[in-house]
């Protein structure tokens, strides 16, 4: 890893703030990685991972409760992070195929969020067990279609590498990943992650990329 690289991501850790990638642009020669195609540009990812992600807070009595960033993980965040990996861990050309691979399996059959949340008490962070005290769902717009999550892991801060490709991690907050059915959903134009329980409830709203992918490709 780069030097100012690590100098950034010892600063995120001591302030608790998100990690920035440098905003330096990277040419690279194009190269098929399977459904990301031919993928060419700028070292993006810092600025990919902020445009899928989105910040909420929920509090009582003015003293805050729950502090949630989530971020959707979608197939164009997946293409940033994939060229991360393999331009900060310089992969050969088969094990860069081999990450992009593993993407595209996971981002077929599950809608992924990764969700860095900060509770007032600790004993409330717990959203990876099944006797939480919160209750995270995906809904469609009207609220008539609602899935719970297939898969949750809790990530750890320990783990260099998840505190760079997540970049709002950090020593206050605990990281989980979320993993929904997506055949449930697919059809959906937006899609509403909800958090909720008796301490609060959250709301985060993205545009479902793939409808609107899809309306772009069959517009005139």
Same mark, same amino acid.
């Given at each position: 890893?780069?030097?100012?690289?690590?100098?950034?991501?010892?600063? %995120? %850790?001591?302030?608790?703030? $998100?990690?920035?990638?440098?905003? =330096? @642009?990277?040419?690279?020669?194009?190269?098929?990685?399977?459904? *990301?195609?031919?993928?060419?540009?700028? @070292?993006?990812?810092?600025?990919? +991972?902020? =445009?899928?992600?989105?910040?909420?807070?929920?509090?009582?009595?003015?003293?805050?409760? &729950? &502090?949630?960033?989530?971020? *959707?993980?979608? $197939?164009?965040?997946?293409? /940033?992070?994939?060229?991360?990996? /393999?331009?900060?861990?310089?992969?050969?050309?088969?094990?860069?195929?081999?990450?992009?691979?593993?993407?595209?399996?996971?981002?077929?059959?599950?809608?992924?969020?990764?969700?860095?949340?900060?509770? !007032?008490?600790? =004993?409330? @962070?717990?959203?990876?067990?099944?006797? %939480?005290?919160? !209750?995270?769902?995906?809904?469609?717009?009207?609220? @008539?279609?609602?899935? !719970?999550?297939?898969?949750?892991?809790?990530? %750890?801060?320990?783990?260099?590498?998840?505190?760079?490709?997540?970049?709002?991690?950090? !020593? +206050?907050?605990?990281?989980?990943? +979320?993993? *929904?059915?997506?055949? =449930?959903?697919?059809?959906?134009?937006?899609?509403?992650?909800?958090?909720?329980?008796?301490?609060?409830? &959250?709301?985060?709203?993205?545009?479902?990329?793939?409808?609107?992918?899809?309306?772009?490709? $069959?517009?005139?």
């Amino acid at each position: 890893m780069k030097t100012r690289h690590l100098f950034l991501l010892i600063l %995120s %850790s001591l302030l608790g703030v $998100t990690a920035c990638t440098p905003g =330096k @642009n990277v040419s690279r020669s194009p190269k098929s990685r399977h459904f *990301f195609d031919a993928f060419v540009g700028e @070292n993006n990812y810092g600025q990919t +991972f902020d =445009k899928w992600t989105q910040t909420q807070r929920t509090q009582s009595d003015f003293d805050l409760t &729950l &502090l949630a960033d989530v971020t *959707f993980w979608t $197939t164009k965040l997946r293409e /940033a992070y994939v060229d991360e990996a /393999a331009e900060q861990y310089r992969l050969p050309e088969d094990e860069a195929k081999a990450l992009a691979y593993t993407e595209q399996i996971e981002n077929e059959k599950y809608f992924v969020f990764i969700i860095s949340a900060t509770t !007032r008490e600790l =004993k409330w @962070n717990d959203l990876d067990s099944s006797k %939480s005290i919160w !209750r995270v769902t995906l809904e469609d717009k009207s609220q @008539n279609m609602r899935v !719970r999550a297939e898969h949750v892991q809790k990530l %750890s801060y320990r783990d260099e590498r998840s505190r760079y490709f997540y970049q709002r991690m950090n !020593r +206050f907050n605990e990281t989980y990943k +979320f993993l *929904f059915p997506k055949y =449930k959903m697919q059809k959906a134009k937006m899609l509403s992650l909800y958090i909720a329980g008796p301490r609060g409830q &959250l709301v985060f709203k993205f545009d479902n990329p793939e409808r609107v992918a899809q309306a772009e490709s $069959t517009s005139p």
